[in-house]
């Protein structure tokens, strides 16, 4: 199986601050990522494809980039709807996995 | 829009089976685009994909190995509905359980709203 972590697994940040959440793949799997926001009690919510595609309605401060086995989704200005789980989800091969999530607060 | 609307019991005895449904609207379980996923949630385990169904004149399944053996994903073309069952379950698998629409082989779009079941006795 493709394992994925997540750096920070806590992120600490204000409304305004730019926000950058990683994920290593523990091999390579081209593009074949997304990312997801969970707020508490909801499920996911796809925000980017294909590593950095933005899905529809998604607001443009997220963004994402990478390739191969490191991905990196950007927050430019957090806002206060923003403050949420962040994951990473691989579609490269069976299993597809999750990372195992990085939880935004407010500091 | 897409819409996925879950049902299914909340509690089942441990060796019993589990079962989900997932009601789609606004799109097809027989259409040749998409494929219709199971994915759990646990504090222990984080986020799982289980397994998942399309039909490409076909049907097909795919499933993680670790729950080969127990499950099993069936389609409702009359009803618009695809199903999750889980059998010989264990408190182990107690954990939210979402539906989901995947295109291609890019992203999780659109998720039903979760199903809590819990395996106790």
């Known amino acids: 199986d493709i394992q994925l972590t997540q750096s920070p697994s806590f992120l600490s940040a204000s409304v305004g601050d730019r926000v950058t959440i990683t994920c290593r793949a523990s091999q390579g799997i081209s593009s074949y990522l997304a990312w997801y926001q969970q707020e508490p009690g909801k499920a996911p919510k796809l925000l980017i494809y294909?590593?950095?595609t933005l899905q529809s309605g998604v607001p443009s401060r997220f963004s994402g980039s990478g390739s191969g086995t490191e991905f990196t989704l950007t927050i430019s200005s957090l806002q206060p709807e923003d403050f949420a789980t962040y994951y990473c989800?691989?579609?490269?091969?069976?299993?597809?996995?999750f990372g195992p999530g990085t939880k935004v607060d407010i500091k | 829009q897409v819409q996925l609307q879950q049902s299914g019991p909340g509690l089942v005895k441990p060796s019993q089976t589990l079962s989900v449904t997932c009601a789609i609207s606004g799109d097809s379980v027989s259409g040749n685009s998409a494929a219709w996923n199971w994915i759990r949630q646990s504090p222990s385990k984080g986020l799982e994909w289980l397994g998942r169904?399309?039909?490409?004149?076909?049907?097909?399944?795919d499933y993680a190995v670790s729950v080969k053996s127990r499950i099993t994903i069936n389609p409702d073309t009359s009803t618009n509905q695809f199903s999750l069952q889980l059998s010989s379950v264990t408190p182990e698998d107690t954990a939210v359980y979402y539906c989901?629409?995947?295109?291609?082989?890019?992203?999780?779009?659109?998720w039903g709203q979760g199903t809590l079941v819990t395996v106790s006795s």
């Open positions: 294909t590593a950095s």
């Open positions: 989901a629409r995947g295109i291609a082989t890019t992203a999780f779009d659109y």
């Open positions: 989800q691989q579609f490269k091969s069976f299993p597809f996995t």
């Open positions: 169904i399309y039909y490409r004149s076909k049907w097909s399944t």
